[in-house]
Each structure stands twice: as structure tokens, then as C-alpha cells.
């Protein structure tokens, strides 16, 4: 995609619906969707409106998907854009695709802005830059600095942009600039765990309803059989045992197709004994 542009979509389409295991999250947030479907209501009624939620926790597990499922609940535009789109050692550019990117947000309001990785624009700033040394100074730092900035004039000043709700998303809470988690500019943090057993087998289901699956099929098994992996790697899977299945010649998923997919996707010393042999 385009670094200059940031990512558009009238109506995700994506629904609660498709986001499993984070049932928790879910809740919290449908406050985001009653939001933006009617931010005049708030208003009139005297509720601050919310600023920012900050999404944390491990990759694949549903941040992205779920920040999709708030603005395609609330039919509103999405715009995301990756925290590393705005690292540029030009100075002021990261700081007008800020700008930009909150700007169209305001003009099609109300709308959400998603931005992923967090981390790489808000990284502290204790450690990168040492005073007496000035070692670490250079214009790389000062232009991240601007961009952080930047972000922070515009969560800060989000009484004029009524109607747009940022979300930031970033599996290293610990890296994060403390100016970015001062009260007023994300009222929330959310963690998105990775799924137990239980999450496993609703993300499983929500994903064989997009495929044809064998009733023959026991993913509660694979639910199991399965620690670790997460929502991502869980639709990977059903993917893939949709391409073996077809390479079969099957009309529908079976068990077999299945287990061969959790081979293929399992990473070890079988997996490599096969290939290399
Ligand atoms: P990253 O930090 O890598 O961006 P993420 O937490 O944002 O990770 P997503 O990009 O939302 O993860 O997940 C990738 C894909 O995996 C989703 O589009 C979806 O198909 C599937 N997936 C992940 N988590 C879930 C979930 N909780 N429920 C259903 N599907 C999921």
C-alpha cells in the first residue's frame, strides 16, 4: 500500500460477529459502536465523549480485526495506518501524515482512526535521547519526537473533532512514550489475550462458517490439540485445510484435510525431518 495514503474504507464490513475468544474486549468496546452511531446523543446528554482506546497484546490475536468490527458495526469510515508509515527521517512528514490522516477522519466524521504498532512512532523517550551525551540525538529521534507530538496535539484536541474515535493497537505496552498514556488521551486500555481452548473453538467456528466443513468435522478436538495458537494462525488454518480439501478432490472439509493442515502449519523438528529428508 501506498505510505503517503492512508488506508480508506467506507464500511469494513467486518461485524462483532467474525471476532471470537476476546469476548470481554468485545463488551467494553460495544460503548465505542453506541458512540459513533450517534454522537449528538452523548452530547445532548452530557456524556464526555470517549477519546481513545489503547488495544494491547501478542500479534494475530484479533486487534486489527476487532478495530475493523467497531467501525463496520457502526457503519462509519475506517482509516488505519501502521505506527511505522510515520518513521521518516524527513523532518515533518511523519507530523503531516498525522495531521492528514485525523483531518480526513474530522471531514467524514463520525469515523474511527486505527492506527497499529503504536510503538514505533511512541516509543519513550528517556534512553533514546541522553542530555549530557547527545549521542543518541539525531534527526531521526527529533523527527519521532514531532510526529509524537504531533499525535498528542491531536488526541488533545479531539473536543473539535466530536465523532472520531482512535484506537492505537501495540503488543510493547512497555515501550510506550508515558505522554501517550496520560489520563485524557486514551480512557481505556484493553487487553486482547490470546485465546484459551475455549476462544480457540469459537474462532475455529467463526471461521468453518466461511467454508464448507464436513459435519464430521470435531474442532472442539483441534481446540485442544492446539495451545498457543492464536486467531490468526487458527484462520490460517482453516484456509488451509479448504486448499488441501479442493487438491483432494473433496466436496466439503474432512478430518483428514484438516490434519494434514495442522502438519503443514506446525513449525518443528517433524515438520523440517520432511522437508529435508
Ligand atoms: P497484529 O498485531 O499482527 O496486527 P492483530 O492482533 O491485529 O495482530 P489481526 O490482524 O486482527 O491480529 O488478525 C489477523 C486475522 O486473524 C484476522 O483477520 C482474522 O481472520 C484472524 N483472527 C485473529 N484474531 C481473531 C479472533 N479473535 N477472532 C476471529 N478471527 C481472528
Redesign the pocket.
Known amino acids: 500500500h501506498s505510505k503517503s495514503q492512508a488506508r480508506v474504507d467506507g464500511s469494513t464490513g467486518v461485524k462483532f460477529s467474525?471476532?471470537?475468544?476476546?469476548d470481554d474486549a468485545v463488551e467494553e468496546l460495544q460503548e465505542l459502536v453506541r458512540y459513533l452511531k450517534n454522537p449528538e446523543l452523548f452530547d445532548k446528554i452530557g456524556i464526555k465523549p470517549p477519546h481513545g482506546v489503547l488495544l494491547e497484546?501478542?500479534?494475530?490475536?484479533?486487534?486489527?480485526?476487532?478495530a475493523k468490527a467497531i467501525a463496520g458495526e457502526a457503519h462509519v469510515p475506517f482509516y488505519q495506518m501502521a505506527g511505522s508509515e510515520f518513521v521518516e527521517v524527513l523532518v515533518g512528514v511523519g507530523s503531516a501524515r498525522i495531521r492528514d490522516l485525523f483531518m480526513r477522519a474530522k471531514v467524514n466524521k463520525p469515523a474511527v482512526v486505527f492506527v497499529?504498532?503504536i510503538d514505533a512512532l511512541a516509543t519513550r523517550r528517556q534512553g533514546i535521547f541522553n542530555e549530557s551525551t547527545n549521542y543518541f540525538y539525531n534527526a531521526a529521534t527529533q523527527e519521532r519526537e514531532t510526529t509524537l507530538n504531533q499525535l498528542l496535539i491531536e488526541l488533545d484536541g479531539f473536543d473539535t473533532g466530536k465523532g472520531v474515535i482512535f484506537l492505537g493497537?501495540t503488543?510493547r505496552m512497555d515501550l510506550l512514550d508515558p505522554a501517550l498514556l496520560r489520563p485524557g488521551r486514551f480512557d481505556r486500555k484493553i487487553r486482547?489475550r490470546p485465546?484459551g481452548a475455549k476462544?480457540r473453538l469459537d474462532?475455529l467456528k467463526?471461521?468453518a462458517r466461511k467454508v464448507k466443513m464436513s459435519p464430521t468435522v470435531d474442532l472442539s478436538t483441534y481446540a485442544q490439540n492446539l495451545p498457543g495458537w492464536?486467531?490468526?494462525k487458527?484462520?490460517q488454518l482453516v484456509q488451509e485445510s479448504a486448499l488441501v480439501a479442493v487438491r483432494r478432490g473433496h466436496e466439503s472439509i474432512l478430518q483428514s484435510d484438516m490434519d494434514d493442515a495442522v502438519d503443514r502449519l506446525t513449525v518443528g523438528p517433524k515438520r523440517l525431518g520432511i522437508e529435508l529428508g
Open positions: 467474525d471476532v471470537a475468544g476476546i497484546g501478542p500479534p494475530g490475536c484479533g486487534k486489527t480485526l476487532v497499529d504498532e493497537a503488543n486482547i485465546p476462544g474462532i467463526v471461521h492464536t486467531g490468526a487458527l484462520a
